[in-house]
């Protein structure tokens, strides 16, 4: 689908903390991707200058005819989850009929978003750029990466009888109509469990998802946010899931 055949407000989410090295980058992609696009960086107050630089891209691209670039500054870094939950919150605001969510590591090629925008725009409510999907890739990952990337998404689609193989993934659309009725403002997780709590929420409200695959290629400037943290709060947060589903499947024979 061509950029011009796509009628629905479409507005990028992208959190941010200390990505000096890689915004306007990212930026400039999108933009070449989705000119029509709106882009919403949300920073968590980066003590490298992030912001700074989104508000120069900002003022010195207003008169280009392309979507304007916007930056929601946030006081302190306090999750991803936080900043996802701040960012469609405004882009819903702006009058967003699909949010766009990718990372700002240039992790996720912006030559995929006419794909993920055109499976919602012609009638998906949700879909997810996919390193396991059939087609789906990763690049310049250590095995044991890979391996704990791999098992994540298999234990979260096992234990939570998801139909999708990448759970966990950073970079999807959503309708603005089934992100509202997922009621994702009460989503609790704060790393990146939140993608599989969000993933987990739209399945269970009956969303048609499509994966595209995709290339990941990890990044080359800055430092990943992954820790050990980060792993364990996905990992209880699955446990936790499957207990609430049993509980609510139990409520329901009674």
């Known amino acids: 689908m061509s950029q011009a055949l796509f009628t629905r407000e479409i507005v990028v989410v992208i959190p941010t903390y200390n990505e000096a090295g890689n915004i306007e980058k990212v930026l400039n992609g999108v933009r070449a991707a989705l000119p029509q696009a709106r882009l919403l960086v949300v920073d968590d107050n980066s003590p490298d200058g992030t912001a700074d630089i989104v508000e120069r891209y900002q003022s010195s691209h207003q008169t280009d005819g392309l979507g304007e670039v916007s930056v929601l500054r ?57 390193r396991y999907t059939p087609g789906g890739q990763i690049d310049n990952w250590p095995p044991l990466r890979r391996f704990l990337s791999r098992w994540g998404n298999r234990f979260a689609a096992g234990m939570l009888g998801l139909a999708i193989n990448d759970a966990t993934s950073g970079y999807r659309a959503y309708s603005a109509l089934v992100l509202q009725k997922m009621d994702f403002a009460t989503v609790q997780a704060e790393g990146y469990g939140f993608q599989i709590e969000m993933t987990h929420r739209a399945v269970r409200s009956g969303a048609r998802m499509i994966e595209v695959p995709i290339l990941f290629t990890d990044r080359i400037v800055g430092e990943s946010k992954l820790n050990h943290h980060i792993i364990g709060e996905a990992f209880t947060l699955v446990t936790q899931l499957w207990f609430r589903d049993r509980l609510w499947h139990r409520r329901r024979r009674r």
Request: proline residues 4%.
């Open 74 to 130: 946030r006081s302190a870094k306090t999750g991803l989850g936080a900043a996802y939950r701040a960012g469609f919150t405004t882009a819903l605001s702006m009058g967003a009929e699909i949010c766009v969510q990718m990372d700002a590591d240039l992790s996720h090629d912006p030559m995929y978003l006419p794909a993920i925008v055109s499976a919602v725009e012609m009638g998906a409510d949700a879909a997810l750029g996919s």
